[in-house]
């Protein structure tokens, strides 16, 4: 059961959202009620994740995807010698070692991003 507090932060939420703009204080709150609904309504996805987009947390995990698409393609023509991947709780790292470098990635929680590139 949420509290008072919570309950009527959501009810404004609400409110906002049928009138087409959510003030910047409540953005945080849409941004959890976003991801909580995007991993347990799967089928809502493609409607819930366009929305998250526009979101300062969906734009920030944006940008960090295309940082990572960004080096990944500029390992496009080396020689792929290894790929390691460790798991651990909430988060992943996948290493890529080339001919000519070594990239660590990982992701979890936070986004996705680059943890070191040895040339």
């Known amino acids: ?14 409110a906002a959202a049928e009138e087409g703009a959510v003030p910047d204080a409540l953005l945080p709150s849409l941004e959890l009620l976003l991801e909580l609904a995007l991993q347990r309504r799967p089928l809502a996805e493609p409607v819930l994740s366009g929305l998250f987009a526009r979101t300062p947390r969906g734009q920030e995990l944006a940008n ?4 990572v698409n ?10 792929l010698q290894q790929l390691h991947l460790t798991a651990g709780p909430r988060r992943y790292a996948l290493t890529l070692e080339t001919d ?17 590139a040895e040339i």
């Open 100 to 116: 000519r470098v070594r990239l660590s990635l990982v992701l979890d929680e936070a986004g996705p991003r680059i943890e070191s």
């Open 1 to 14: 059961m949420p509290s008072a507090d919570g309950r009527a932060r959501y009810e404004r939420l609400a």
């Open 64 to 67: 960090a995807a295309r940082e």
């Open 70 to 79: 960004s080096a990944l393609r500029s390992l496009r023509g080396q020689q």
